[in-house]
């Protein structure tokens, strides 16, 4: 029998309709009714009377709590929290047969200080496929090929944020929960950027900089600008989901519209496009969330570990986009002119 695969166009719009619908489907962040419930409140209330309301109780407390977990920000008032939590979770069970969020996130069992455990090894997971594809970039492309720089920089920045992800879901605090947020967009932008800088600002084996000043510029002061927003102003989930959503959609049709016009004298496209799509359709479960399966695998931390081999593949195409410039940069006589 012979398999019938969708068209490449097919592929394309099927991936921009997942975006696109997410971004229309991204709703405002409100208060948990966990968080809210008064059986939670009160659970809670009791909690730090009873452990953390003078500085003899809280002695007693820091003298049973391990030094690593005080070390990883569980102090009294996290671990009250932590307790009601769980207080409140049975409880729903068995009345009402639902799981509560609480500030926004599904109850996960604490493994090793771990807030979220399958989100943090899912994270930690996909930093170590990046450092170890960087070190595959570095042994299979020639450091004078096109973008060799260029893609050094788009490294660095995926590593600084599945740093800033792994410190997040450890122990989600205000800072942390920040520069994730803010480390995330980053990595949405520098995939654009890179589209730019690859597809219209290459100019033998440099980059033309009267092309890239000019269109970096913007999108680099606005991510800035996004930043400071995040860190200093307002942490609005829903306007920073949109603004992530919004980046992601234009970079992933750029880079699926150039898969399409290139892939006759560039088979090795295959590999933008299908990590793109996949990671797309990945990004659906952040839409079409569940409560924890065993407590410790959600729709969020299930999409972490999706990405980790989506990775391999798109860092693939990274090495022979670069081996594809290079010989096509050996054929010019700027190469041939500097005996390289």
Not at 19 to 34: C, D, T
């Amino acid at each position: 029998m012979k398999l019938t695969i969708p068209s490449t166009t097919t592929m394309h719009l099927v991936a921009f309709l997942c975006l696109f619908s997410i971004w229309l489907l991204s709703p405002s962040v409100n208060a948990s009714w966990g968080d809210q419930h008064p059986v939670f409140q009160n659970y809670r209330r009791h909690c730090l009377n009873m452990n953390c309301s003078t500085d003899a109780k809280l002695t007693r407390f820091n003298t049973r709590q391990p030094l690593s977990m005080r070390l990883l920000g569980w102090d009294c008032s996290s671990e009250c929290t932590y307790e009601s939590m769980w207080h409140l979770t049975h409880k729903a069970l068995e009345e009402v047969e639902r799981v509560p969020q609480f500030y926004g996130k599904w109850p996960f069992v604490r493994f090793m200080g771990m807030q979220e455990p399958a989100s943090c090894i899912f994270s930690i997971l996909n930093g170590a496929v990046a450092v170890y594809m960087l070190s595959r970039f570095r042994r299979q492309v020639p450091s004078n090929a096109p973008m060799y720089e260029a893609w050094h920089g788009y490294f660095a920045v995926q590593i600084n944020t599945w740093v800033w992800s792994t410190v997040f879901h450890f122990r989600d605090v205000t800072w942390t929960e920040k520069m994730d947020y803010i480390s995330a967009f980053s990595l949405i932008v520098s995939g654009m950027l890179m589209f730019i800088l690859r597809v219209f600002s290459m100019k033998g084996n440099t980059i033309n900089m009267k092309v890239a000043v000019p269109t970096v510029t913007p999108i680099a002061m606005f991510f800035l600008s996004h930043a400071f927003y995040l860190g200093f102003t307002k942490f609005s989930y829903s306007y920073n989901l949109k603004v992530n959503l919004t980046f992601a959609i234009v970079s992933s049709v750029a880079w699926l519209l150039w898969s399409i016009i290139v892939r006759s004298r560039q088979p090795y496209v295959w590999k933008v496009a299908l990590s793109i799509l996949s990671g797309n359709l990945l990004t659906l479960l952040e839409v079409f969330d569940f409560p924890p399966v065993w407590w410790v695998f959600d729709a969020h931390s299930i999409w972490h570990g999706g990405t980790a081999p989506l990775a391999f593949v798109f860092y693939s195409f990274v090495i022979d986009d670069c081996l594809y410039l290079y010989e096509e940069y050996k054929k010019t006589p700027d190469y041939r002119r500097k005996g390289v």
